[in-house]
């Protein structure tokens, strides 16, 4: 099985232009309404050295074919699937989706979470991260491809534009590499050959993300119950996706 990438790094057009809304946003102030509490929150965060990055929901960028209304759900599902496996890395502070997704939704930005590039970078400041990850996603009958921007959110320097395209059959298998490829675009130490090869060793088929992605937005709309029978699925009829196991037990009861 092979994944094919592509990455593009530094030197990119437009890069003047997003320095610009990044250094533009910073002076900007903290976003409106979410100063005490945020705050508090960025403060915690810098007593952790490391540079944390936030992942933005993803972008459906055009998915074609009899199922494409079952890929919807990875707006959400590609976004915390790509977090969990960028937080295998011990040099990077993850920001929780959850934390962005509040704050957005205080901000009143959108269910999607698509943002643009001066709020995004905003964003990032105010949540206590380095980097910030915006990405899309587009599937023609099977033919998977995943692109994702690395910005550096102190700078507004676009790191890298990464693509990762294969059967979506792979989708794990592309989720693997494009976190590889994001912390290498961060000029952060990899994961250990042994890390690595755990993780690309684990057989999670295409179906059991699905699933996973429509238990995250079934979660965030409080249709807990739901998305307890959804997690419950994966953890029955694909055990190795370990994901859906810690979910079901950060559900609340009842």
């Known amino acids: 099985m092979t994944v094919m990438s592509r990455v593009v790094r ?6 003047e232009a997003v320095r610009t809304l990044a250094v533009a946003a910073l002076t900007v102030g903290l976003v409106a309404g979410a100063g005490a509490e945020r705050l508090s929150a960025q403060g915690s965060a810098e ?4 540079p944390g990055v936030a992942v933005f929901a993803f972008e459906n960028g055009g998915s074609f074919g009899p199922d494409r209304e079952d890929l919807e759900a990875l ?12 937080g295998q890395s011990s040099d990077l502070r993850i920001v929780e989706r959850s934390v962005l997704r509040d704050l957005m939704e205080e901000q009143d ?28 996603f587009m599937d023609l009958s099977g033919d998977f491809r995943m692109d994702t921007r690395l910005v550096d959110v102190e ?24 976190a590889a ?6 000029d952060l130490p990899p994961l250990s050959a042994e890390h690595r090869e755990s993780r690309e060793s684990r057989e999670i088929p295409a179906q059991a993300i699905t699933l996973y992605s429509r238990a995250q937005v ?6 807990t119950g739901r998305a307890r029978e959804l997690y419950q699925r994966i953890v029955d009829d694909f055990p190795e996706m370990t994901e859906a196991g810690e979910a079901l037990r950060q559900l609340p009861v009842g």
């Open 155 to 178: 700078t507004g320097e676009i790191l890298g534009t990464h693509s990762v395209r294969d059967r979506r059959d792979n989708l794990y298998s592309v989720l693997v590499e494009m």
């Open 75 to 86: 707006e959400v599902g590609l976004q915390q699937m790509l977090l969990t496996e960028l």
């Open 10 to 15: 530094g030197g990119a057009p437009g890069r």
């Open 47 to 50: 007593e952790d050295s490391r």
């Open 109 to 136: 930005l959108g269910a999607s979470g698509r943002v643009d590039p001066e709020t995004a970078a905003r964003i990032g400041q105010l949540v206590g991260a380095r980097y910030i990850i915006t990405g899309v």
């Open 218 to 223: 079934l979660e965030d709309v409080g249709q």
């Open 181 to 186: 490829l994001v912390v290498e675009g961060a």
